[in-house]
């Protein structure tokens, strides 16, 4: 219920859009039918629903405690302690045929104590260790908010695509209907033969399957869109636009652009800084270090239990600590070069990393200029194939064409129509996987 009243406020925009272009009359109806979202829209309830982007926020947080955590070993380590010793038997000892005890029944001590790194090089560049930490969480977040846009963004080109072949395969229903209607008049007239008749009747029968799966796509597409926007599946959704209302972008000239932006890289980068962080760690291990410490203690002794009575006394120390690192059985020396392999190994990863990235580049961008053409030439193909259609109707209808010819035409007017689609659809999912690997698609938090 909580994540179903923050899709709601998220997309109250929606509605006051809608209700602001109404007249005053209409605005006082209540809203009916499924909810409608764009795809700025859809981006935004995933900014805040999605579990992977808000697992992400989450690791951010982690790693800036455990960054807080580091740090505080600079400052001095203070503590307090006491103590409370009562003899049950006091020990005693033998000196010329007497027997003597030693101590008090009751002992109580208590103090304060603090110590610090003086001089600790180990320590100091971790710390470097534990910023480099946070940011690539921080980048791994971004990546996370890359990848979400990626994928709703699919996601919701998939149900225009998939309302697109609806309304094609709908048309060809009804077309198939009209023609049948047509036939079966001049059937029982005896102006055509029964194999006219029966042809007609299997054209409608064959139109009907294509619509049900086009029709059972659009609901597939429309849970998957729900599923990624972490929202409950059974509120009423639906999506704004058609793909025609991106037709403008395969106008535009295509870029390629770099991948400096690109997350992975730069993930990689962040490792391999880490590594050679982590290497100079190592590497500090050898280097002597310094603390200091001082602690204050009192003591106080006496047979009763009146504290008031206690004589206490107070001592006082300071103490400096130089550890010399000498002989460890080799082991630094074998973590320096194990560090040592594990940049090497990065490095080879982030160059066959870039290697692969700027090929997928490529090729996103040799696709996207095929899908240009491929929607060129089904655009210009579109409306002769409709014309061609309408003629065989009406050379039908006159007795001038057969109904082989209706149903030819009727198939190269829904290719035509299909293939321009299926080139805008392809063109998008080209294009924002594009911007993914250039890395753009969403801004630094």
Same mark, same amino acid.
């Given at each position: 219920?909580?994540?179903?009243?923050?899709? $709601?406020?998220?997309?109250?925009?929606?509605?006051?859009?809608?209700?602001?272009?109404?007249?005053?009359?209409?605005?006082?109806?209540?809203?009916?039918?499924?909810? %409608?979202?764009?795809?700025?829209?859809?981006?935004?309830?995933?900014?805040?629903?999605?579990?992977?982007? !808000?697992?992400?926020?989450?690791?951010?947080?982690?790693?800036?405690?455990?960054?807080?955590?580091?740090?505080?070993?600079?400052?001095?380590? *203070?503590?307090?302690?006491?103590?409370?010793?009562?003899?049950?038997?006091?020990?005693?000892?033998?000196?010329?045929?007497?027997?003597?005890?030693?101590g008090t029944t009751n002992n109580m001590?208590?103090?304060? @104590?603090?110590?610090?790194?003086?001089?600790?090089?180990?320590?100091?560049?971790?710390?470097?260790? @534990?910023?480099?930490? %946070?940011?690539?969480?921080?980048?791994?977040?971004?990546?996370?908010? *890359?990848?979400?846009?990626?994928?709703?963004?699919?996601?919701?080109?998939?149900?225009? &695509?998939?309302?697109?072949?609806?309304?094609?395969?709908?048309?060809?229903?009804?077309?198939?209907?009209?023609?049948?209607?047509?036939?079966?008049?001049?059937?029982?007239?005896?102006?055509?033969?029964?194999?006219?008749?029966?042809?007609?009747?299997?054209?409608?029968?064959?139109?009907?399957?294509?619509?049900?799966?086009?029709?059972?796509?659009?609901?597939?597409?429309?849970?998957?869109?729900?599923?990624?926007?972490?929202?409950?599946?059974?509120?009423?959704?639906?999506?704004?636009?058609?793909?025609?209302?991106?037709?403008?972008?395969? =106008?535009?000239?295509?870029?390629?652009?770099?991948?400096?932006?690109?997350?992975?890289?730069?993930?990689?980068?962040?490792?391999?800084?880490?590594?050679?962080?982590?290497?100079?760690?190592?590497?500090?291990?050898?280097?002597?270090?310094?603390?200091?410490?001082?602690? $204050?203690?009192?003591?106080?002794?006496?047979?009763?239990?009146?504290?008031?009575?206690?004589?206490?006394?107070?001592?006082? =120390?300071? &103490?400096?600590?130089?550890?010399?690192?000498?002989?460890?059985?080799?082991?630094?020396?074998?973590? *320096?070069?194990?560090?040592?392999?594990?940049?090497?190994?990065?490095?080879?990863?982030?160059?066959?990393?870039?290697?692969?990235?700027?090929?997928?580049?490529?090729?996103?961008?040799?696709?996207?200029?095929?899908?240009? !053409?491929?929607?060129?030439?089904?655009?210009?193909?579109?409306?002769?194939?409709?014309?061609?259609y309408d003629i065989a109707v009406k050379? $039908?209808?006159?007795?001038?064409?057969?109904?082989?010819?209706?149903?030819?035409?009727?198939?190269?007017?829904?290719?035509?129509?299909?293939?321009?689609?299926?080139?805008?659809?392809?063109?998008?999912?080209?294009?924002?996987?594009?911007?993914?690997?250039?890395?753009?698609?969403?801004?630094?938090?």
């Amino acid at each position: 219920m909580k994540r179903k009243n923050l899709f $709601y406020a998220l997309l109250a925009i929606v509605f006051a859009t809608t209700v602001s272009a109404q007249t005053q009359e209409s605005a006082k109806t209540p809203i009916e039918g499924p909810l %409608v979202i764009t795809l700025e829209e859809a981006l935004q309830i995933a900014l805040s629903e999605n579990p992977t982007v !808000k697992i992400a926020d989450k690791t951010i947080e982690t790693k800036k405690y455990a960054k807080r955590g580091t740090y505080a070993a600079l400052w001095p380590e *203070i503590s307090a302690s006491a103590t409370y010793q009562r003899y049950i038997e006091k020990p005693s000892f033998h000196i010329m045929g007497q027997t003597l005890r030693m101590g008090t029944t009751n002992n109580m001590s208590g103090g304060f @104590s603090a110590a610090m790194p003086v001089i600790n090089a180990q320590l100091w560049k971790s710390l470097k260790l @534990s910023a480099m930490d %946070v940011e690539l969480a921080v980048e791994q977040a971004r990546g996370s908010r *890359i990848d979400m846009k990626e994928q709703i963004s699919k996601a919701f080109y998939q149900i225009l &695509l998939a309302k697109d072949s609806y309304n094609v395969y709908k048309r060809v229903y009804d077309n198939a209907v009209e023609n049948h209607k047509i036939v079966e008049k001049k059937y029982k007239v005896g102006s055509v033969s029964e194999y006219d008749f029966i042809r007609s009747e299997v054209t409608v029968a064959n139109a009907e399957p294509n619509l049900f799966q086009a029709e059972n796509s659009i609901v597939v597409a429309l849970w998957q869109l729900k599923a990624l926007l972490g929202v409950d599946m059974d509120i009423d959704l639906d999506v704004k636009g058609s793909l025609a209302d991106f037709e403008p972008l395969l =106008t535009t000239q295509i870029q390629t652009g770099d991948l400096s932006n690109n997350s992975t890289l730069k993930q990689l980068e962040i490792q391999e800084d880490m590594l050679l962080q982590s290497l100079k760690v190592k590497r500090a291990a050898n280097i002597p270090s310094l603390s200091a410490s001082i602690n $204050y203690m009192m003591n106080a002794m006496d047979e009763t239990m009146k504290i008031s009575h206690y004589r206490w006394m107070s001592s006082s =120390t300071a &103490l400096f600590n130089l550890n010399i690192p000498i002989f460890s059985g080799g082991k630094r020396r074998a973590e *320096i070069k194990q560090a040592k392999i594990s940049l090497e190994t990065i490095q080879l990863q982030r160059e066959n990393a870039e290697r692969q990235l700027r090929t997928a580049m490529m090729s996103y961008y040799s696709n996207m200029q095929t899908n240009v !053409k491929q929607f060129n030439a089904s655009a210009q193909n579109i409306a002769q194939a409709k014309r061609g259609y309408d003629i065989a109707v009406k050379r $039908y209808e006159v007795g001038g064409g057969t109904l082989v010819d209706v149903d030819n035409s009727q198939l190269q007017y829904t290719q035509a129509e299909l293939s321009r689609s299926t080139a805008i659809y392809n063109y998008l999912i080209n294009q924002i996987s594009l911007e993914t690997l250039r890395g753009n698609n969403v801004q630094n938090n």
